[in-house]
């Protein structure tokens, strides 16, 4: 019985895997992903509102 209970959330363990696996490399998510990646290294609106916030005061 406890054999079988490991091998069923094994079983559903993998699947949930895949699932995340498929998710994240579908290409419909591809373009979304790489913006933001690219989220991290863009200065430019760091520095925008920086300034807006500088020219209310």
Do not use: C
């Not at 998710?23 to 609106?45: G, V």
Request: aromatic letters at 10%; a neutral charge; proline letters at 2%.
């Amino acid at each position: 019985m406890l054999g079988t209970l490991h091998s069923i959330a094994t079983v559903a363990a993998f699947i949930a895997f895949i699932a995340i696996v498929w998710w994240a490399y579908s290409p419909k998510n591809r373009k979304r992903f790489e913006e933001d990646a690219k989220l991290a290294l863009d200065d430019e609106d760091l520095t925008d509102a920086s300034q807006r916030n500088k020219d209310k005061k």
